[in-house]
């Protein structure tokens, strides 16, 4: 049985989530259809990368995403569909799939091209879901587009390093419901340009300089917990998908605040970097 997932920012209130999964069901009344997300916030290129980046390798070989971010079709916002680590990805080319494209090579990009046969205001309804039901029925991509080499990337994808490296630059690119930070920066981009060297860590007026696996290394349980004071404290972890992320322990807007809240980080901050020189 065919898997479709549905990544995209129209959140909960309007018909077109609905409306999408009854055309595929339409088409395909046995297939799978599994939610990612509806709450991306409105055309948020890298935060729909990072989650599709981050949920589509647990689904199972062949699996076909379907992305509607910032879809509408225009000169500069072409329609796409990748094939990369055996999943189908269709989406438009701005810049989504660059982040997962960064760490593995596509086997077949293709542009699509049936936008001439069928009269859409709404893409993702009347285009994403016809590719996406053709591939399941094991249709080839080629049928529904031209094969393209490259895919547009996402701007400062990568972290800016100084000639001297001493110093990395990196951005905020996703706030996650606990308002946790996420910076575009790896562990191991960032071990590469460290070398075992000490470190601080700027966000706005905020230093650290320690980085943690979990949450809860930052916690020292020899201490009574009424003594320890746990909630609130703010730390720097590397995140189970790796990435470099400024949090707040047992973190809850409503009682002891957030990262983002706390700190006052969002999309697009900077967060920088300073090693030691050697």
């Not at 799978?32 to 990072?50: G, L, M, Q, R, W």
């Not at 285009?127 to 895919?151: M, N, P, S």
């Not at 966000?203 to 003594?227: C, G, Q, V, W």
């Not at 707040?248 to 006052?264: F, M």
């Amino acid at each position: 049985m065919a898997i479709i997932t549905l990544t995209t920012d129209f959140g909960e209130k309007d018909h077109f989530v609905g409306a999408t999964k009854g055309a595929i069901y339409t088409e395909l009344p046995e297939v799978k259809i599994v939610d990612i997300s509806h709450s991306v916030s409105p055309f948020n290129v890298p935060e729909a990368a990072y989650i599709i980046q981050n949920a589509y390798r647990s689904f199972p070989k062949g699996t076909i995403h379907v992305i509607g971010i910032d879809s509408e079709l225009n000169p500069e916002n072409k329609h796409i569909a990748v094939k990369l680590d055996d999943h189908y990805f269709i989406c438009a080319n701005n810049g989504i799939m660059s982040m997962i494209c960064a760490e593995i090579a596509p086997e077949k990009i293709v542009e699509i091209n049936i936008h001439d046969k069928i009269a859409t205001s709404f893409p993702v309804l009347d285009i994403f879901v016809k590719v996406a039901c053709h591939i399941a029925r094991g249709g080839t991509l080629e049928v529904i587009g031209k094969v393209i080499d490259t895919i547009k990337p996402i701007k400062n994808l990568i972290p800016f390093v100084n000639d001297e490296q001493t110093q990395i630059i990196g951005s905020v690119i996703y706030i996650d419901n606990y308002g946790n930070v996420i910076t575009n920066i790896k562990r191991k981009f960032f071990e590469s340009i460290q070398k075992t060297r000490g470190f601080e860590i700027s966000a706005r007026n905020y230093k650290f300089s320690e980085i943690f696996n979990k949450y809860s290394d930052a916690i020292n349980f020899d201490i009574p917990e009424e003594k320890r004071y746990d909630e609130g404290k703010r730390m720097v972890v590397f995140n189970s998908s790796d990435y470099l992320e400024i949090a707040i322990y047992k973190s809850d807007n409503a009682t002891v605040g957030s990262a983002s809240t706390l700190l006052g980080l969002k999309m697009r901050d900077t967060v920088t970097v300073n090693f030691d020189k050697i």
